[in-house]
């Protein structure tokens, strides 16, 4: 996690893109398949409303899932991405919001 989070910090410095990282768990990669996000970047940076969120992976794969206000998560379609990047639990995966509702993924070991 120490090295997500430098990269993160010189991520955020190079690119100056909102962005955060999470670790994966259990409900995220194998039960229920949801992933919560945090709650203030999604306040500052999502909209207001339920809306389409499209992930770009590392290699320019576009996967779109359903952000949920009321639950600061994704929903439909993050099953499949999870599934088809075989994510596992203690993964990490920092997120940059490149544009609104579009975030690129990369997946840190």
Not at 18 to 39: A, D
Not at 69 to 78: D, I, M, P, V, Y
Request: with cysteine.
């Amino acid at each position: 996690m120490q090295r997500a989070a430098e990269l993160l910090a010189r991520l955020e410095q190079e690119y100056n893109l909102p962005s955060f990282v999470k670790c994966m768990l259990p409900s995220n990669v194998s039960q229920g398949f949801w992933l919560h996000l945090p709650k203030k970047f999604c306040t500052v940076n999502l909209p207001n409303e339920d809306t389409p969120v499209v992930l770009v992976d590392e290699l320019g794969r576009e996967h779109t899932t359903s952000y949920l206000l009321g639950r600061n998560g994704l929903s439909a379609g993050w099953r499949a991405f999870s599934m088809k990047h075989k994510l596992l639990k203690g993964d990490l995966l920092i997120f940059l919001l490149t544009e609104p509702c579009k975030f690129k993924v990369i997946h840190f070991f």
